[in-house]
């Protein structure tokens, strides 16, 4: 709504603008008049730019639109094992604080730029997603779409969508099991103010990676690189190191990832109690920035897989 009103303030002062061109244009003296003229024409281009990228950042929060698919998942115990260990290594990042997946964290505290509020969700039963359906859920982690048919800003961003579809349901069943815990977060989770809308319309955001319906199948778990490359695609490590994991540059979301190319000087052993204590084998603590905690609870066999792929990578 305020940054309705905001729009709605830049029109009236656009308005205006030109209603004062038109009065300078009456003036007798040439330098009022064209002066007066030129400044208030330079001034309306200014504050209309301005109305049209706020009107199209404000269109293209209402655009995002995925398909719900029929869903319906059975709770065993197999698949809420593995949900618990994608959600720990995962989902955690975002939506663990005060305690498991209960969520209340700003996420825009980490941006360079305040371009709004971006709330973790509770993903507990204490929160909004008791009322969801199982399509939903899904929906949400594979198109980044709320039950209400909202853009989930911050998950469109990330590479969730490439979770895959077997995953994506064993998290929605354990999701299922947990206790309720936390308080439920407000709604809407996802806000942008006046300077995010119109960086928005702009075009100065990342791009939200695009719906797809198509199916997500993961290789078999196990030890190798070619697991190693699934689990990378869907931990983000690319959103931060680069596309091609030799580091990041400038222009993409921060923080900006050194080259994964050093993995390849670390034994398994090294790798392994990197990512489970936070300090590489030169003693350098890592950053929080970097979720080295979710991903430290992933098994030996998951790391083991990231090792393998991370070794294997061409020279930058």
Not at 120 to 125: G, K, Q, S, V, Y
Request: with cysteine; charged share 15%; net charge positive.
């Amino acid at each position: 709504m305020r940054n309705i009103v905001g729009l709605i303030a830049l029109l009236v002062a656009a308005a205006l603008l030109v209603r004062c061109g038109l009065r300078a244009l009456r003036l007798k003296s040439r330098i009022l008049k064209w002066g007066g003229a030129g400044l208030a024409a330079a001034l309306t281009i200014a504050v209309s730019s301005v109305s049209a990228i706020t009107a199209a950042g404000l269109v293209k929060q209402q655009g995002r639109a995925a398909p719900l698919p029929d869903l319906s998942v059975e709770l065993t115990p197999v698949r809420i094992a593995r949900g618990k260990a994608v959600a720990d290594s995962f989902c955690s990042g975002c939506h663990t604080t005060t305690g498991p997946l209960t969520g209340g964290t700003d996420l825009a505290k980490d941006l360079p730029v305040n371009i709004g509020s971006f709330v973790a969700a509770n993903l507990t039963p204490a929160g909004a997603l008791k009322h969801w359906s199982d399509g939903e859920i899904f929906r949400a982690v594979r198109n980044a779409v709320d039950a209400n048919g909202r853009w989930l800003v911050i998950m469109s961003f990330t590479n969730a969508s490439r979770l895959s579809d077997d995953d994506t349901i064993a998290v929605i069943a354990y999701l299922r099991s947990l206790p309720a815990a936390g308080t439920p977060t407000p709604g809407p989770l996802d806000r942008f103010n006046f300077l995010g809308t119109a960086m928005l319309g702009a075009g100065l955001l990342p791009d939200a990676k695009p719906v797809t319906a198509a199916s997500v199948v993961a290789p078999p778990k196990a030890p190798t690189a070619q697991y190693g490359e699934y689990l990378l695609s869907y931990q983000d490590c690319r959103e931060c190191h680069g596309k091609t994991l030799a580091g990041g540059v400038p222009g993409q979301l921060p923080p900006l990832g050194p080259d994964l190319g050093v993995v390849k000087e670390w034994s398994l052993a090294q790798f392994i109690a990197t990512m489970r204590t936070g300090i590489d084998p030169g003693g350098h603590q890592i950053s929080d920035q970097m979720p080295w905690r979710p991903i430290g609870r992933m098994d030996d066999d998951e790391l083991a897989a990231m090792y393998q792929y991370l070794t294997q990578l061409p020279p930058a």
